[in-house]
């Protein structure tokens, strides 16, 4: 008789060993996008305020920077409009029936252009009111003018030194004495030859023709 201790092999052994890790109970999804932002909401908050504020800034100023440039294109189309008329031939006497006034010379309408540049405020770019000074015939203030824009090497920096020869060179003819006319005319040289330096730059072929007129 088989012993009753003996074990059966087919029938698995008992264990007593305890598991080789703690189990625990896992959160599924863990936090949500909301709970982790709650804790910093109050500098989220101040952020957006912040952006919301230099945003409104930004768009201010570019609307009174535009508002601006209306007003000044406003003024400058009155002032336009006056440099633009018609210059009547000379002994020719105004039309009373014309639609807009005329003027009886380019030195009257020179004057009354820059007379509306004043009363609007408007600002002439560049050289273009030493140029209506030269046409008022007003000489010393075209010089000084002229002055004001001749550094650089932009086209209107070499159109600011060819109108201060210019102008220069007018002044000089008009000297009384031959001494004051030739001293005149060596500063409008000295004018022409700084216009254009450069031989590749813009208007360096008239730089060398007046060069060559003086």
Avoid: C, W
């Amino acid at each position: 008789m088989a012993d009753k201790d003996e074990k059966n092999p087919t029938k698995p052994a008992a264990t007593s060993a305890k598991p080789g890790f703690d189990p625990k109970p896992v959160q599924l999804g863990g936090e949500s996008l909301v709970d982790r932002l709650l804790p910093h909401m109050k500098q989220i908050v101040i952020g957006l305020l912040v952006i919301a504020a230099v945003i409104t800034v930004v768009f201010t100023v570019r609307y009174f920077k535009e508002r601006g440039r209306q007003k000044e294109s406003a003024k400058l189309a009155k002032v336009i409009d006056i440099s633009q008329r018609d210059v009547r031939p000379p002994g020719v006497e105004p039309d009373p029936k014309a639609k807009e006034p005329t003027f009886g010379s380019n030195k009257e309408r020179a004057l009354a252009t820059l007379s509306a540049l004043d009363k609007e405020g408007a600002k002439a770019g560049g050289a273009h009111r030493a140029a209506l000074l030269v046409q008022a015939g007003q000489l010393d203030d075209a010089i000084t003018e002229y002055k004001k824009h001749t550094k650089g090497k932009t086209l209107d920096a070499v159109l600011a030194r060819e109108g201060l020869g210019i102008a220069l060179e007018m002044k000089a003819d008009q000297g009384k004495d031959a001494a004051a006319r030739q001293q005149g005319l060596e500063e409008a040289l000295a004018a022409f030859q700084a216009m254009q330096p450069d031989d590749k730059g813009p208007r360096y072929a008239y730089a060398l023709y007046h060069q060559a007129r003086i």
